[in-house]
């Protein structure tokens, strides 16, 4: 079901707090006059800075329009709690509102339905549903992590049009266009951490930063690095140290995960400013289920992943991603190397299930969202 108008103007605000507000939700919020005029509007700030809530019932005062009375459109439940700002369904309360509008229940345990009874014992009537998928959508990352206790896992792939990500040679770039390129930025700037492979590390050297992505400068955020490495073999000089070591402009965490301890390796890379876990597997290999539920503790919603078909193909084997992120070039290069390499499967019945979502085309290039199937 479509989102009322006034809750779209909500949602819209709260796709604004897109690339902001992690490890927050993104949230909007529109406040209606009895006279059904927008008597104020905001969306949730950076983590520790004034949610959705407070930043309307700001706009309102800030051109001297009364709320007492109104409704308000919020696309997440008004939190409960003393964090680095106080409970919203108060700050509404006090303001003296009529009515809440809620497109969904925060899942949250520090909130979980108790603004909503906070709002309703201060005699505010409250409306649960309107506009649910949409902010669900928005916030995918932070419910998972609430709900599953870990990130929600989106997996990004550039390939030919017959499947293959780079030459057997290893030469990948580039495959895909430079429209298609600042896309994949832009889609990294929303999460709250990039995740890749030691094979990439040594084979591209990558930065794995946001330069490319639309109005780059003005990111507040650099998200965070995670590096599956299980022998400890990232270089002391590679590129991705850039955004770690003390004076970065846009300082980021860069969390190394092994599965054979190296002391004198590992003490290199943390004097680079890297932070290494030891998370092995029975295969000495690093355990990617404990290392999603290590990203979660570490407030982890959303984990983008550029990696190999090594990598691609253990996270799909081990059950680890929700979400295909696929550009199609317009080319094919025949014997290659594929997208993920797993299996092989012995039977149709044992392939990963999805259901595409997205399609649109970036430049030259065939952009494909699809969601891996419960």
């Not at 078909?309 to 696929?326: A, F, M, Q, T």
Request: a neutral charge.
């Amino acid at each position: 079901m479509a989102a009322s108008p006034f809750m779209q103007k909500a949602l819209d605000l709260a796709a604004q707090a897109l690339r902001i507000t992690s490890p927050n939700p993104r949230v909007g919020c529109v406040i209606v006059n009895a006279q059904g005029e927008v008597v104020g509007q905001g969306h949730t700030q950076r983590a520790g800075g004034p949610h959705a809530e407070v930043m309307a019932l700001r706009d309102a005062a800030s051109r001297n329009f009364s709320v007492e009375g109104a409704t308000a459109y919020v696309t997440l439940e008004p939190c409960a709690h003393h964090g680095k700002t106080g409970p919203c369904c108060v700050a509404l309360a006090e303001a003296k509102v009529a009515k809440v509008v809620v497109a969904m229940v925060d899942p949250n345990p520090l909130v979980a339905g108790k603004g909503i009874d906070t709002l309703k014992a201060a005699g505010i009537q409250v409306q649960v549903g309107d506009g649910a998928a949409a902010s669900a959508a928005l916030n995918s990352g932070f419910l998972s992590r609430m709900s599953r206790q870990k990130p929600w896992v989106r997996m990004k792939i550039a390939a030919s049009l017959d499947g293959q990500t780079a030459l057997q040679n290893g030469q990948s770039q580039w495959i895909t266009g430079a429209e298609a390129r600042a896309d994949g930025h832009a889609w990294r700037a929303q999460a709250c951490a990039i995740l890749t492979g030691i094979g990439t590390v040594l084979e591209d050297n990558p930065r794995l930063d946001l330069r490319l992505s639309p109005h780059a400068d003005a990111h507040p955020r650099m998200p965070h690095l995670v590096i599956v490495d299980s022998r400890l073999e990232t270089p002391l000089d590679a590129q991705l140290f850039e955004h770690s070591r003390p004076g970065a402009p846009t300082p980021r965490q860069v969390w190394i995960y092994a599965a054979i301890d190296n002391p004198a390796k590992r003490a290199a890379l943390e004097a680079q400013g890297a932070q290494v876990s030891l998370l092995p597997n029975p295969q000495s290999k690093v355990d990617l289920k404990a290392l999603l539920q290590d990203l979660a503790r570490r407030e982890i919603n959303e984990l983008h992943v550029e990696a190999g078909h090594k990598l691609n193909g253990s996270l799909i084997r081990e059950g680890c991603i929700d979400e295909v992120l696929l550009y199609l070039a317009p080319q094919m290069l025949g014997l290659g190397q594929g997208m993920a390499q797993w299996g092989p499967l012995t039977d149709l019945a044992q392939a990963l299930r999805l259901e595409f979502t997205e399609t649109q085309l970036i430049g030259k290039d065939l952009r494909v969202l699809a969601r891996v199937l419960a």
